[in-house]
Structures are given as C-alpha cells and as structure tokens.
C-alpha cells in the first residue's frame, strides 16, 4: 500500500494565485520529497525536506513539514499555467535499510491562464 | 548527458507474449528502480536494485522479472504478458549517499505498454 496520500486529488486555480497540496504519510521518515509530472513524461524531483526540517524554500516553492502529525504541504505562489502538472510526495522511510521511496497518489493541479 | 534512457517508448502486445523493458542511466548512479503508474495513480515500486549485482522485490513484482546486466542498464523483462499488465513503466536511478540522507531519484520518460 502507497504510504503518502495526497490531498486533494485534483486543485484547479488561477493563474497568480497560490497552490496548496497536502501530504500524509504512515510512518517514520528520514526525508520526504517533492516530484512533478508533467502529462506524458517521467517524474522530475522539486525539492526534499529532512525529518529534522521544518520549512524550505525553493524559488516559489515552500515546503513544510509537520513529523507529528505525519503531514507535509507544498504551497506553488503565485501559480502559472506552466505549473499545470500532478504532483506526488514520496518518503524515504529506510525501515528495511532499502532505498526505497514510496510515492503517493498524486495531486493534479490545473492553472488556468 | 542523456540521463535515464528507456527503450521502447510505446509497445503493444498480446497476451501471452514476452517483452523486456530496456533502461540505462549515465549519470553513474548505484541504485537504479522499475515502477509501474496506472491511470490516477502514483508510482508502485515492482524491483529495485541497490547496487550492481543485487535486485530485490518492491510492491508488485508477481508476473515480472530484472536483470541488473552492469552498473548503467536494468531491464524489465514480462515473460508472459496479461492485460492487468497494461501501463506506464518508468524506470529510475539514484545516488544514495552512505548516510542514506538522501535518495533523489531521476526518472526516464516511460514506457507505455499495452497487452490485448
């Protein structure tokens, strides 16, 4: 089963505005990262955040991470229809010494110009 | 640098045929992966290699098979292919340092398979 389940599974915006998605996961983590698909293509990764991490920042992304409640959030600002893609968190839980990520199921933003 | 590469992009196949999925990354990486995504879904792990020479099963491995042939190439081989086989595959590669504290992954643009 997907550890990471996103929400909501499916956002759609204006162009400007800002773009929030949230991330739950099940079990203890070492990093939690970021990817974005565009249609068609493979994942490309956005950012990763430490289990010992609070807040980062990327450009207009800002990612926060809560490890007590098992939740993260990715907030896009100031959105452009370029942003229009899926975006999965995945965690990197190293529970079985694997390398493993375990992606969610995505959520899928819509900009509208 | 190419990055991931994989071979074919498209493939239609009957059922009961066999295919192999090529992949190979040239960016030097030990770990290289096999997902499979379905329509609205996420990613679901089927093997994964740690290191050259070592593969292990991820979440859904029944009805696949992989061969880690050298450090760059990690194939995808379906011996008998069925409809529920039907998907995206996506093939990844990573450098996880020796802390682990990170795993980024690099993905390849897909393969999109159809069994009749």
């Known amino acids: 089963s997907q550890q990471g389940e996103e929400d909501p599974q499916a956002l759609s915006i204006q162009e400007g505005e800002n773009a929030t998605m949230n991330c739950s996961y099940k079990?203890?983590?070492?990093?939690l990262q970021w990817y974005r698909q565009n249609s068609g293509r493979g994942l490309v990764h956005l950012i990763l955040?430490?289990?010992?991490?609070r807040e980062k920042h990327s450009g207009r992304l800002r990612v926060t991470l809560d490890t007590s409640k098992k939740s993260s959030s990715l907030l896009i600002t100031a959105s452009r229809a370029a942003d229009t893609a899926s975006y999965f968190c995945?965690?990197?839980?190293?529970?079985?010494?694997?390398?493993?990520?375990?992606f969610g199921s995505g959520t899928r933003l819509l900009v509208r110009p | 640098n190419a990055g991931v590469t994989q071979t074919p992009k498209f493939q239609v196949l009957k059922t009961g045929q066999s295919m192999t999925l090529q992949c190979a990354q040239d960016?030097?990486?030990?770990?290289m992966y096999w997902y499979r995504q379905d329509p609205g879904m996420g990613l679901r792990l089927i093997y994964y290699?740690?290191?050259?020479?070592?593969?292990d099963k991820g979440e859904v491995p029944n009805g696949y098979n992989v061969s880690r042939l050298n450090k760059r190439e990690f194939s995808l081989r379906l011996e008998s292919a069925a409809p529920s086989q039907t998907s995206v595959y996506f093939c990844?590669?990573?450098?996880?340092?020796?802390?682990?504290?990170?795993?980024?992954?690099?993905f390849g643009a897909g393969t999109r398979l159809s069994v009749l």
């Open positions: 990844a590669s990573s450098e996880v340092s020796s802390q682990g504290a990170k795993n980024i992954q690099y």
């Open positions: 079990t203890s983590i070492n990093n």
């Open positions: 955040i430490r289990s010992n991490e």
């Open positions: 995945a965690t990197d839980s190293r529970m079985d010494s694997s390398y493993k990520l375990i």
């Open positions: 960016m030097n990486h030990n770990s």
């Open positions: 290699s740690a290191s050259e020479g070592t593969t």
